[in-house]
């Protein structure tokens, strides 16, 4: 058979090119052409033109909610919105050996049992596989496996045995051979993830894509698929703890931001159930320079300790060190905390890390790092079972969060006893068992806590 013609199209501006270049011939940019297979003009007009579509009334749209595959592990289900989709693509990306083999796996075992399931292993053997399966206690699943790495035979599998779900892993070792690029590389996993993403739509398969993370280079990343597909999930975590979180960047089918946590056990993840207890260090007693946070994570709070650590300069330029949190937001925090708290930190290092390896985004948070840095430079640890959350701003107030009665409910159930916040987050009915301490500016909130 001959190949299909194939051009080399612009990243930036579209321009082709009939054979590789470093430069792009149109706009002049460098490094942006990638080879696409080449679609006559008047084939891409046939498939616009063939589908017909018609102006409608929005109102007169019937939208259904889509019927929700659950995979049985709760905490995957959540990150998914509610289990998986029909027709649905889903890109799982990660660092190597984070976990995505064994919880797709996992995932594949409970699907299998009342749908038809089929696992592409293309890094690994079947009796890798296998092994894994044995390890997790899974030998007995009804999956089918498939060890294969070209496009057109997963295709074929595909449509011969017409499974519901189907597991790409990973979509880097995919290649077709229409395209000359080695397997890998930026044009064959997009037309790879391209064709497959065809595919589940007009069979209404399920497709989950393993993405590895990996650094520019020769290996595509999955972030050139984030667009192709549905839905984008994230494994996370510090390869040295064994808790893992999965958190939706974006999500067609359901809120975007929602995490599931898991830990790694010998028996493969296990979801965990009351994931703030796990991001609160485990003192006895109060010690300075800690602050806890109720921060959102989706649509549960999280309850995360702040830790801060500020030591005097020893020569050379302060260090400001930020893990897990914003190292900007970190350096006008300070700004604030000097001008309108009167907290000098000029002369010393600062350290401030969110316990857990869970990574905050939210300014909610900035009230925690702003106290906890105070209370390492006054080595004055902060009221017993106290937690505080509120945005602060350059002016020096402390501005309202989203869902501050659920961010206080939470504390509660987890035996704390005062919380300070932001005025107009005070709840209209008290919270049983909780002082509640409203602030309005940050000199407030130093007080107020110097005070408790
Ligand atoms: P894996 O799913 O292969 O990672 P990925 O597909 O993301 O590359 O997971 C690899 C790690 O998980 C490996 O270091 C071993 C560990 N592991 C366990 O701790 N328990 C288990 O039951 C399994 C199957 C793996
Ligand atoms: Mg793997």
Redesign the pocket.
């Known amino acids: 058979m001959a190949r299909p013609k194939t051009v080399h199209t612009c990243a930036e501006c579209g321009a082709s090119a009939p054979k590789w270049q470093g430069q792009c011939p149109g706009c002049g940019a460098w490094n942006t052409l990638v080879e696409t297979v080449a679609v006559p003009a008047a084939a891409r007009f046939e498939t616009v033109a063939g589908a017909r579509s018609q102006v409608t009334l929005l109102a007169s749209v019937r939208a259904q909610e889509n019927a929700r595959i659950a995979t049985g592990i709760e905490e995957f289900d959540r990150v998914l919105g509610g289990g998986l989709v029909a027709g649905g693509v889903v890109l799982l990306g ?1 660092d ?8 797709l796996l996992q995932a594949c075992a409970a699907l299998g049992a009342a749908r038809r399931t089929l696992y592409v292993t293309g890094e690994e053997s079947v009796e890798q596989v296998a092994l ?1 399966a044995q ?2 206690s899974l030998v007995n699943a009804p999956v089918e496996l498939l060890a294969e790495v070209e496009l057109e035979a997963i295709v074929a599998a595909i449509n011969a045995t017409r499974p519901e779900i189907v597991v790409v892993d990973s979509i880097q070792t995919v290649f077709t051979g229409t395209l000359a690029s080695a397997p890998g590389s930026v044009a064959q996993v997009r037309e790879c993830a391209a064709q497959l993403t065809r595919l589940a739509k007009q069979r209404g398969v399920v497709v989950v894509f ?1 993405g590895h993370v990996t650094k520019e280079g020769a290996i595509a990343g999955p972030r050139v698929l984030e667009h192709i597909v549905d839905t984008v999930l994230y ?1 996370e975590g510090d390869p040295h703890s064994s808790f893992r979180l999965v958190r939706a960047i974006k999500n067609r089918f359901g809120a975007a931001n929602e995490l599931g946590v898991f830990g ?5 993840l296990k979801g965990v159930g009351n994931p703030s207890a796990l991001f609160l260090s485990q003192h006895h007693a109060e010690i300075p320079g800690s602050a806890i946070v109720a921060t959102l994570e989706g649509s549960r709070p999280l309850l995360v300790e702040i830790q801060a650590l500020v030591d005097p300069v020893q020569g050379g330029m302060p260090r400001r060190l930020a893990v897990g949190l914003d190292p900007q937001r970190l350096a006008l925090l300070l700004a604030v905390l000097h001008r309108h708290g009167g907290v000098e930190t000029a002369g010393y290092d600062v350290f401030v890390n969110a316990v857990g390896g869970v990574r905050i985004q939210e300014p909610a948070v900035d009230l925690a790092v702003l106290l906890a840095i105070e209370s390492s430079i006054k080595n004055r640890p902060l009221p017993a079972k106290s937690l505080v959350f509120g945005e602060v701003g350059l002016a020096g107030e402390i501005r309202p969060v989203q869902r501050g009665q659920e961010r206080i409910r939470e504390a509660a159930k987890l035996g704390f006893r005062t919380v300070v916040i932001p005025t107009a987050n005070r709840p209209k009915h008290g919270v049983d068992g909780v002082t509640i301490v409203t602030v309005d500016r940050v000199d407030e909130a130093l007080r107020a806590l110097r005070d408790a």
Do not use: A
């Open positions: 990660g190597p050996g984070i976990g995505k083999s064994t919880l894994r390890r997790l393993v494994f790694m056990t010998e028996r493969g």
